[in-house]
């Protein structure tokens, strides 16, 4: 069997282009135009690619964008008075501070003096604690882009074993909430757990959020799981040019899915087009514009 594939791009399109659309509603009715402020501190390479993407994805919408690169050594106070000049700006609709933050810093005490009501990646603790009540403005970008994947090609939750590898604060944990709200069973898998592979082929819908590259190998796919791939792993290949690699043996693990998502082309632009819906829902919020 060769597997379905799930392409995080093509979903992504629709999203952008709803998107688009709305902005260009709220300006043609004289709205402000909705806007993202990206903070990053420090020279991570990857996170100076990362951001680059999503200010480029607002500019392409029609969102506003504002970028704020602070030198890796920026004091704490610093960080947060930026932050509060931003939460009390009007013209910012979202805040992100791009992870991870250099040692001194602490991302949870950081996180903790966004608006809430500003935070697109669904991380302050008002809104993680809202996300499991199921009452949130916002949804992390992530998980919601894997939830929208799967809604797209017919694939329910309901019911179903879920397995996840990786607890982290920014997929693992945020998906099970949104997995289970939809009445998935779900199991938050670890490096901890006991006989992971075995764990894993209970799964109906196994998602590897882990960060090994090809990690999961055949030996945790139970035949006909559907396979969702969010690591994003930079290698050098063959040729000495960067090649991005799952978390999953993709080769091995499509002949025995029904279906997989690709990296690159699976979840990772659904997380940017996520990061645009959120964008203009904090807005709406703010606006008294919510549905
Ligand atoms: N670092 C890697 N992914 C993300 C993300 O979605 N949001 C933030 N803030 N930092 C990240």
Request: net charge negative.
């Amino acid at each position: 069997m060769s597997a379905q594939l799930l392409s995080g791009k093509e979903v992504a399109r629709e999203f952008r282009k709803q998107v688009r659309v709305r902005v260009q509603e709220l300006v043609d009715k004289g709205m402000p135009r909705p806007s993202l402020t990206v903070v990053q501190v420090g020279n991570d390479a990857a996170s100076t690619v990362y951001v680059r993407s999503k200010v480029r994805a607002c500019e392409k919408l029609g969102l506003g964008s504002t970028m704020h690169k602070l030198e890796e050594s920026v004091p704490r106070g610093e960080l947060i008075d930026l932050i509060h000049t931003l939460n009390a700006d009007a013209s910012v609709s979202g805040i992100l501070v791009q992870l991870p933050l250099p040692p001194h810093l602490n991302a949870t005490e950081i996180i903790n003096e966004v608006d809430s009501a500003r935070d697109v990646d669904c991380l302050h603790p008002a809104n993680v604690g809202r996300l499991w009540l199921g009452d949130s403005h916002v949804t992390p970008c992530t998980p919601q882009g894997i939830i929208e994947i799967l809604q797209h090609y017919g694939i329910g939750l309901k019911g179903k074993r879920a397995v996840i590898i990786g607890r982290s604060n920014i997929v693992g944990k945020p998906l099970a909430a949104l997995m289970l709200a939809r009445h998935a069973t779900v199991t938050l898998c670890h490096s901890r757990t006991l006989d992971l592979p075995g764990v894993a082929r209970e799964a109906d819908v196994l998602v590897a959020a882990v960060g090994k590259p090809e990690m999961v190998t055949a030996d945790y796919v139970r035949d006909g799981a559907v396979v969702i791939d969010v690591g994003v792993n930079r290698q050098t290949g063959a040729d000495g040019e960067e090649v991005l690699v799952g978390d999953v043996d993709f080769a091995a693990v499509e002949e025995k899915a029904s279906a997989i998502t690709p990296v690159p082309g699976g979840v990772g632009p659904m997380t940017i087009a996520m990061l645009m819906v959120n964008t203009l829902r904090c807005y709406e919020y703010q606006h008294g514009l919510s549905a």
